[in-house]
């Protein structure tokens, strides 16, 4: 599926469908952190599509039912990843979950289905790429905020979103934190930041101009732009046609940058 997104716009709408939906559920992406203000201009594009969607981070699963209802075209599907809450099945339907039946659109709409394993786990991921097939239109990271994990979350499942693709990663607050802190029952010690890791895709996304080079590992080079938000990163991938008139071509001032290298 390709279609045209706009620019992530800051404008807050408290009378959009997607706030309404999140804020219904209780979820605090409509209400303490305002994600839908970001979210918003950028998801309503893909409601009348078939939209595969995964969630990290099902937690009490408030934020399922809303997806359900957002993406309702029938031949969307809502997939949710949980560790260390309620879940103790690999795979479970949403609305046979007691947590997650409510609300859910049974029987009509797109299905739901709620993994249960660690985000950190490339088994468990690997897993989970077999099972559903892959082909991602949207990623989100609500996971356990921890940055390694975050990292190898994303480096795991970016290949797996398709072109044009999104994909978000919540709660980035924790890469500010003092490393004596925790999160989820976590050590931040050791931890190493994910925004300043995601600031070199910008190295990364213009390594036309360094000879090819990149400061990080080839599953970046199909990322088309980075936005950097309010406790939030959002990555949308390469379309092919990008791919092929943009990010694969011998820069036409190459000798002026051949021997510069990268950015210090």
Not at 54 to 76: D, H, L, P, T
Not at 95 to 113: F, H, I
Not at 238 to 249: A, D, I
């Amino acid at each position: 599926m390709l279609v045209f997104l706009p620019l992530l716009c800051a404008q807050p709408d408290f009378q959009s469908v997607l706030h309404k939906l999140l804020k219904e559920a209780g979820s605090d992406k409509a209400g303490h952190h305002g994600y839908t203000r970001f979210y918003d201009p950028l998801f309503e594009p893909l409601r009348p599509y078939p939209t595969r969607l995964v969630e990290i981070g099902v937690e009490k699963g408030k934020s399922m039912r809303a997806w359900q209802k957002y993406f309702s075209n029938n031949q969307s599907h809502v997939f949710g990843i949980g560790y260390g809450n309620w879940q103790t099945e690999l795979v479970i339907r949403c609305e046979d979950a007691l947590q997650t039946k409510t609300g859910a659109t049974v029987g009509l709409g797109p299905p739901c289905d709620l993994y249960h394993g660690d985000q950190a786990s490339n088994a468990f991921l690997n897993t989970f790429l077999k099972r559903t097939g892959g082909r991602f239109d949207i990623v989100i990271d609500d996971g356990s905020h921890l940055p390694d994990h975050q990292r190898i979350t994303f480096e795991s499942l970016w290949p797996a979103v398709v072109p044009g693709g999104l994909y978000a990663i919540e709660d980035v607050e924790t890469s500010y934190w003092d490393q004596n802190s925790s999160v989820y029952g976590y050590s931040l010690r050791g931890q190493r930041s994910i925004v300043e890791h995601m600031k070199a895709v910008a190295d990364a996304i213009n390594r036309e101009f360094t000879g090819g080079e990149s400061p990080l590992p080839a599953v970046y080079n199909d990322v088309g732009t980075i936005t950097f938000a309010h406790n939030l990163i959002v990555l949308r991938k390469q379309t092919k046609s990008e791919g092929k008139h943009y990010y694969n071509r011998t820069y036409r001032y190459e000798r002026f940058t051949k021997s510069r290298g990268l950015r210090g």
